[in-house]
Each structure stands twice: as structure tokens, then as C-alpha cells.
Nanobody, 114 residues
Framework: QVRLVESGGGLVQAGGSLRLSCVAS????????MSWYRQTPGKQREMVASISRDGTTNYLDSVKGRFTISRDNAESAVYLQMNNLKPEDTAVYYC????????WGQGTQVTVSS
């Protein structure tokens, strides 16, 4: 029932930063784990980061120290701050929950040039 809309992507040079936003149509208070995934053509979708209701976070090894996931339940939003971006970070980024299956949204494109 929850619908998630991603935004904030764009074109950035290596070393730059972007902040992705994920806004839900409904409350995310009941969702235990929110997460960000990314996918490039011909490659499998991979989990980039996750955050639980109590604030516990997990990150893909390649983004540790560079990306930060956060959530604001009052605003029904999840964010992904991406710093020191690398060309390999180029992908379409999606927001979802690990609690149950949700239809993937349109995602937001992140392109990092060298």
C-alpha cells in the first residue's frame, strides 16, 4: 500500500556529492527496515544501505564511509547522503522496505563522471 518516490539524482563529477530523498505516500512508522538499492543495465540490483526503526544501519562494503542513510518517520522520508562519489556508483537508485515486497518505483538516476 505504501508508495515511495525517489528524487535527488543527477550528474556529478567523481568526488562530488548528492543527497537522495525517498518520500512515502503513507507513514513509514510501521516499517522496520528501509533501504536503498541500485541497479545498472545488465547488472543485478544490489542493496546499498539499510536503516531500521531504531536507527541501526548497514552498508554495502564499497560505500562504507562515503554514504549515510537516515530516516525521518515524522516526514515519512528516507535519505541517502552520498559523498566522494565514484564512477562505479553510477546507477538508478531505488528506495524500498525489507519488511515485505513492494513494487519498485521509478528510481532516480545517479551518474558519476570521471
Amino acid at each position: 500500500q505504501v508508495r515511495l518516490v525517489e528524487s535527488g539524482g543527477g550528474l556529478v563529477q567523481a568526488g562530488g556529492s548528492l543527497r537522495l530523498s525517498c518520500v512515502a505516500s503513507g507513514s513509514i512508522d510501521s516499517l522496520y527496515v528501509m533501504s536503498w538499492y541500485r541497479q545498472t543495465p545488465g547488472k543485478q540490483r544490489e542493496m546499498v544501505a539499510s536503516i531500521s526503526r531504531d536507527g541501526t544501519t548497514n552498508y554495502l562494503d564499497s560505500v562504507k564511509g562515503r554514504f549515510t542513510i537516515s530516516r525521518d518517520n515524522a516526514e515519512s522520508a528516507v535519505y541517502l547522503q552520498m559523498n566522494n562519489l565514484k564512477p562505479e556508483d553510477t546507477a538508478v537508485y531505488y528506495c524500498t522496505t525489507e519488511d515485505y515486497r513492494l513494487r519498485w518505483g521509478q528510481g532516480t538516476q545517479v551518474t558519476v563522471s570521471s
